[in-house]
């Protein structure tokens, strides 16, 4: 087991492109540290420089105490997951799994041993002798996970390896990487596009963007105390919303007004929002905190919107209510279910302002404001 | 084969009448193909006064069988046909294995310079043979090769344009995560090549190597140009020397020797033709 740093990592593709800048990123030994942005971030590359599969154009990164740029894959002593499975098509199940410790040289005995030991834990003894295409998905997501365990490696790295899943699986197979990862204690580091796995696996959670690290810190901290607009609409589903308004100051009261209607800043936001009266900001509100009901417990005079009813997206017991005001077309309140609400009416919706984030204007605006908890 | 998948499924499905056109075609068509073959059979099985008479003779009487055994005395049939073997199994050995490797430089590996000189390996297919003829002479006999067999089957060992080609747009449809997955576990260049992209490979390969063996067994213009003595002739030119050598050919004989050279191969293409198709359609899938 290693720890795995990477400090000042630039990768400029052919053509000027820079697709990863500036990566500096510590994992401790045993850590499980999940990348996550959208598509082009920068992510998976990150992870191919750490697999040794991508040269870096600057920067170094370490695998235990080893500088290991110029150390060929193979040496480096760490195994990787694939989206596709990567399976060697024309390989029984057994062959894959042992392939990597044939080419070691290790003895016929140890290598059964390995290979069967990694079949058990996940499960798949009653496959060996199968190739990959007579295999289920979930099935072939197993066998590269047993390619993976069968060389002991310091460090797993994994590149989407569910996306090819369909979603219950995928909550499944989660779950299971997460009981491996425990029960293996190996550093791993995880690429996916989806924030509920980030959410869900990572001991701590990197959200990309364009090359760049957004903010690097535990799943929960990111999602209560997001540190730009950026990460805050990509973790939580459905997304948080962005209502983008002025700060006004009436006479000892700080508003915010969204256009149609104003709210009263916080007493929490006071001090950090009162320099800014009279400027542009943007509050962002998660869908759970808002509601319909002037009975819920944060419903007061002066923190309600009148919003118009265009979506109801009944969900069992929750439902999620698409609302809009003349300047914010697509909002998103997630509420209790009950069938009093129609489409196209109007009705005040309460915000939770103890639960409100303000953020600089702009499309990663930096945070401003956020409640500690 | 369902109907969806025929060639004639929208136009001619339709009509009852055009199956029974679509087959007169294809009768006609095969029957004008087949012609000079049942030819070739049944003069080889003839006595010679019946080979060449005003009135064409379909069915041989008596059928001499005999003509074949006769042949392989008459002359060095099996002289000829070793010689070709050699030089088929080398070639086909040599153009599948070079044009493999190359294919694969040309897709996995990584150097400059690299896609110039594959787009000056294609442009070599648009140079005829009859160009390169009179300077690979002088070559080969600047080599001491003429009168040897070494010119049909040495060149092949340096690839040919069209099979590296032909294994590269099939190289480039295997996932780029399959040799890293292999570079992971420690695989050298080599033995991605080896153990992956050949196993991989298997219809393709068949492909290009039955081309080549097909190229060689048939070809004529090179055994013609370098060959110089009779013990070194392959099937082709023997017969062709067989031919022209007195005034009065034995046709007989002479069919019986294209039917046995023209048998292997016909017989081959069966074998393999299963693997053919698979390796020119190519519909392979690499998932998994």
Same mark, same amino acid.
Request: charged share 20%; with cysteine.
């Given at each position: 087991?290693?720890?795995?740093?990477?400090?000042?990592?630039?990768?400029?593709?052919?053509?000027?492109?820079?697709?990863?800048?500036?990566?500096?990123?510590?994992?401790?030994?045993?850590?499980?540290?999940?990348?996550?942005?959208?598509?082009?971030?920068?992510?998976?590359?990150?992870?191919?420089?750490?697999?040794?599969?991508?040269?870096?154009?600057?920067?170094?990164?370490?695998?235990?105490?080893?500088?290991?740029?110029?150390?060929?894959?193979?040496?480096?002593?760490?195994?990787?997951?694939?989206?596709?499975?990567?399976?060697?098509?024309?390989?029984?199940?057994?062959?894959?799994?042992?392939?990597?410790?044939?080419?070691?040289?290790?003895?016929?005995?140890?290598?059964?041993?390995?290979?069967?030991?990694?079949?058990?834990?996940?499960?798949?003894?009653?496959?060996?002798?199968?190739?990959?295409?007579?295999?289920?998905?979930?099935?072939?997501?197993?066998?590269?996970?047993?390619?993976?365990?069968?060389?002991?490696?310091?460090?797993?790295?994994?590149?989407?390896?569910?996306?090819?899943?369909?979603?219950?699986?995928?909550?499944?197979?989660?779950?299971?990487?997460?009981?491996?990862?425990?029960?293996?204690?190996?550093?791993?580091?995880?690429?996916?596009?989806?924030?509920?796995?980030?959410?869900?696996?990572?001991?701590?959670?990197?959200?990309?963007?364009?090359?760049?690290?957004?903010?690097?810190?535990?799943?929960?901290?990111?999602?209560?105390?997001?540190?730009?607009?950026?990460?805050?609409?990509?973790?939580?589903?459905?997304?948080?919303?962005?209502?983008?308004?002025?700060?006004?100051?009436?006479?000892?009261?700080?508003?915010?007004?969204?256009?149609?209607?104003?709210?009263?800043?916080?007493?929490?936001?006071?001090?950090?929002?009162?320099?800014?009266?009279?400027?542009?900001?943007?509050?962002?509100?998660?869908?759970?905190?808002?509601?319909?009901?002037?009975?819920?417990?944060?419903?007061?005079?002066?923190?309600?919107?009148?919003?118009?009813?265009?979506?109801?997206?009944?969900?069992?017991?929750?439902?999620?209510?698409?609302?809009?005001?003349?300047?914010?077309?697509?909002?998103?309140?997630?509420?209790?279910?009950?069938?009093?609400?129609?489409?196209?009416?109007?009705?005040?919706?309460?915000?939770?302002?103890?639960?409100?984030?303000?953020?600089?204007?702009?499309?990663?605006?930096?945070?401003?404001?956020?409640?500690?908890? | 084969?369902?109907?969806?998948?025929?060639?004639?499924?929208?136009?001619?499905?339709?009509?009852?009448?055009?199956?029974?056109?679509?087959?007169?075609?294809?009768?006609?068509?095969?029957?004008?193909?087949?012609?000079?073959?049942?030819?070739?059979?049944?003069?080889?099985?003839?006595?010679?006064?019946?080979?060449?008479?005003?009135?064409?003779?379909?069915?041989?009487?008596?059928?001499?069988?005999?003509?074949?055994?006769?042949?392989?005395?008459?002359?060095?049939?099996?002289?000829?046909?070793?010689?070709?073997?050699?030089?088929?199994?080398?070639?086909?050995?040599?153009?599948?294995?070079?044009?493999? !490797? $190359?294919?694969?430089? &040309?897709?996995? @590996?990584?150097?400059?310079?690299?896609? *110039? #000189?594959?787009? +000056?390996?294609?442009? %070599?297919?648009?140079?005829?043979?009859?160009?390169?003829?009179?300077?690979?002479?002088?070559?080969?006999?600047?080599?001491?090769?003429?009168?040897?067999?070494?010119?049909?089957?040495?060149?092949?060992?340096?690839?040919?344009?069209?099979?590296?080609?032909?294994?590269?747009?099939?190289?480039?449809?295997?996932?780029?995560?399959?040799?890293?997955?292999?570079?992971?576990?420690?695989?050298?260049?080599?033995?991605?090549?080896?153990?992956?992209?050949?196993?991989?490979?298997?219809?393709? !390969? $068949?492909?290009?190597? &039955?081309?080549? @063996?097909?190229?060689?067994?048939?070809? *004529? #213009?090179?055994? +013609?140009?370098?060959? %110089?003595?009779?013990?070194?002739?392959?099937?082709?030119?023997?017969?062709?020397?067989?031919?022209?050598?007195?005034?009065?050919?034995?046709?007989?004989?002479?069919?019986?020797?294209?039917?046995?050279?023209?048998?292997?191969?016909?017989?081959?293409?069966?074998?393999?033709?299963?693997?053919?198709?698979?390796?020119?359609?190519?519909?392979?899938?690499?998932?998994?």
């Amino acid at each position: 087991m290693a720890s795995v740093t990477l400090k000042d990592v630039v990768k400029v593709y052919e053509g000027g492109v820079k697709v990863v800048d500036g990566f500096n990123l510590e994992i401790a030994d045993r850590e499980f540290v999940v990348l996550v942005g959208p598509s082009g971030c920068g992510k998976s590359t990150t992870l191919r420089m750490i697999a040794g599969l991508e040269e870096l154009s600057s920067g170094t990164i370490r695998i235990g105490d080893r500088v290991v740029n110029d150390v060929p894959p193979k040496d480096r002593d760490i195994a990787m997951v694939f989206q596709n499975y990567a399976l060697y098509p024309h390989m029984t199940v057994y062959e894959n799994m042992v392939f990597a410790l044939k080419l070691r040289g290790l003895g016929a005995a140890a290598i059964h041993e390995k290979a069967m030991r990694a079949a058990k834990i996940l499960g798949i003894e009653g496959l060996l002798d199968r190739k990959p295409k007579a295999l289920s998905g979930g099935q072939r997501q197993r066998v590269a996970l047993g390619r993976a365990i069968v060389r002991e490696p310091k460090c797993f790295l994994f590149d989407e390896p569910l996306s090819n899943l369909d979603a219950k699986l995928r909550v499944q197979m989660r779950a299971e990487i997460k009981q491996l990862h425990m029960s293996l204690h190996a550093t791993t580091v995880y690429v996916t596009h989806d924030q509920e796995e980030a959410m869900t696996l990572g001991d701590r959670v990197v959200v990309m963007k364009d090359g760049v690290i957004q903010q690097c810190d535990g799943a929960l901290e990111i999602y209560h105390h997001p540190k730009n607009r950026f990460v805050a609409g990509f973790l939580g589903s459905p997304p948080m919303n962005f209502f983008e308004g002025h700060l006004l100051a009436e006479g000892d009261r700080l508003l915010f007004d969204e256009g149609t209607a104003k709210i009263q800043v916080p007493e929490w936001a006071r001090a950090e929002l009162a320099p800014r009266a009279g400027t542009a900001v943007v509050m962002g509100v998660r869908p759970g905190a808002m509601s319909d009901q002037a009975s819920a417990r944060f419903a007061t005079a002066d923190n309600s919107l009148p919003m118009r009813v265009t979506l109801i997206q009944p969900l069992g017991d929750k439902m999620d209510v698409v609302l809009a005001t003349e300047r914010h077309p697509h909002t998103v309140a997630h509420v209790d279910a009950h069938a009093r609400i129609r489409t196209g009416e109007t009705l005040p919706v309460y915000i939770d302002t103890e639960r409100v984030h303000f953020f600089a204007p702009g499309a990663v605006g930096e945070r401003i404001a956020t409640k500690r908890r | 084969m369902a109907a969806a998948d025929s060639p004639f499924s929208s136009t001619f499905r339709q009509k009852p009448w055009s199956r029974a056109v679509v087959h007169l075609f294809l009768i006609v068509g095969s029957l004008v193909f087949v012609f000079p073959v049942l030819w070739m059979l049944s003069t080889s099985l003839k006595p010679i006064e019946q080979t060449l008479t005003p009135e064409p003779v379909w069915i041989p009487h008596p059928i001499e069988i005999g003509n074949y055994a006769s042949t392989i005395a008459y002359i060095p049939f099996l002289r000829y046909a070793l010689n070709t073997v050699f030089v088929c199994a080398l070639a086909t050995i040599g153009t599948t294995l070079s044009s493999a !490797l $190359v294919a694969f430089s &040309f897709t996995r @590996l990584e150097w400059p310079g690299r896609n *110039l #000189l594959f787009g +000056l390996t294609l442009a %070599t297919m648009m140079v005829p043979f009859p160009v390169v003829m009179v300077p690979l002479y002088s070559v080969y006999r600047t080599l001491g090769w003429i009168g040897t067999l070494k010119p049909l089957w040495v060149p092949t060992f340096f690839g040919s344009a069209f099979s590296i080609f032909l294994l590269r747009q099939f190289f480039m449809r295997i996932p780029k995560s399959l040799p890293e997955a292999m570079t992971l576990d420690g695989a050298s260049e080599f033995r991605i090549f080896w153990q992956m992209y050949l196993p991989l490979s298997k219809a393709p !390969l $068949v492909v290009v190597a &039955f081309f080549q @063996l097909m190229y060689s067994w048939n070809d *004529l #213009l090179g055994p +013609l140009l370098f060959l %110089t003595d009779q013990s070194t002739f392959t099937l082709t030119l023997g017969l062709q020397a067989y031919q022209s050598q007195e005034g009065g050919t034995q046709w007989h004989y002479l069919m019986a020797a294209s039917v046995m050279t023209t048998l292997p191969i016909v017989v081959l293409f069966f074998i393999v033709q299963r693997a053919l198709f698979q390796g020119m359609s190519s519909t392979q899938n690499f998932e998994g």
